[in-house]
């Protein structure tokens, strides 16, 4: 027995965290029986689940890293009516849906899947997986703000953990610049957020890494399916995040 949500996620109906709000919402039935209550327990094997009156069925789990262009929502639908990242995955059976967010106007490494276990371990905030980007910049920001970025910079909703960054280029002729910055939370918009506090707003943003994966040799709107080993590295990257992170506590350290 398992709990529903989990089983939802699982069969890839959306992250376990979208599934808790269907069933709270009261568009998921067992044995017929709308379900509202979190924790439920059903076995999957032998219970009638339906969400939304479509009977679930467990998929085979697909790993799928994708460069997301500028302009895309990352969402499974937009009322809108702008295209979306699951909009580059309609010919797949699978139902898969996006590992966390990137903006509207931000590119790059996007991770895809319908394992919802999956995606709550990488996005969940206590695993600190390291997100790196490459952010450029309008004006050249001095060594002293970056320092300000790499202990961690106020913005209106808390302080920033340290950040990793780095001079990635310098373009005098255009007054920008191109800084490699690495974080370890994904906040709304938080890299754009950082450097707008130091006066440096962002011109063009590319995610080129999550946790051990590179963006590398990908082009823009295309997709790969991930190795088991490349899956795997991501699971031992989040899990060892969260030790090291425990480990700090325990000693009364701090991100923060």
């Known amino acids: 027995m398992e709990r529903l949500q989990k089983v939802l996620a699982e069969a890839g109906v959306a ?5 808790e709000e269907l069933i709270t919402a009261g568009r998921v ?8 209550t979190l924790g439920v327990k059903v076995d999957a094997s032998s219970d009638t689940i339906r969400v939304d009156g479509k009977l679930i069925r467990k998929q085979a789990k697909v790993y799928v890293i994708f460069n997301k262009p500028k302009g895309v929502i990352t969402s499974a639908e937009d009322p809108e009516g702008r295209k979306t990242v699951t909009d580059f995955f309609r010919h797949m059976k699978e139902r898969i849906y ?7 106007d931000t590119e790059g490494l996007l991770l895809m899947t319908n394992d919802g276990e999956f995606a709550h371990l990488l996005t969940h ?3 600190h997986v390291p997100r790196t980007y490459l952010a450029t910049v309008k004006g050249v920001p001095h060594g002293s703000l970056l320092d300000k970025l790499r202990a961690g ?3 209106e909703d808390g302080m920033t953990s340290p950040a ?9 002729e255009k007054n920008e610049s191109v800084i490699k910055i690495t974080i370890y939370e994904g906040r709304n918009r938080q890299v754009r957020r950082m450097f707008e506090a130091i006066h440096h707003p962002v011109i063009k943003l590319k995610r080129v890494q999550f946790g051990p994966l590179l963006l ?17 590295e991501l699971r031992e990257a989040a899990l060892e995040m969260e030790s ?8 009364g350290e701090s991100d923060l």
């Open 216 to 232: 590398s040799g990908l082009p823009r709107g295309k997709f790969r399916l991930m190795s088991p080993q490349e899956v795997n």
């Open 244 to 251: 090291g992170q425990s480990h700090k506590i325990q000693k």
């Open 29 to 36: 039935q067992v044995n017929d029986e709308v379900v509202t």
């Open 164 to 172: 990793e960054l780095e001079y990635s280029n310098v373009l005098p």
């Open 153 to 155: 910079i106020q913005l």
């Open 15 to 19: 992250s376990r965290r979208k599934c």
């Open 125 to 127: 905030p206590k695993h």
């Open 98 to 104: 996006p590992v966390g967010r990137l903006d509207y």
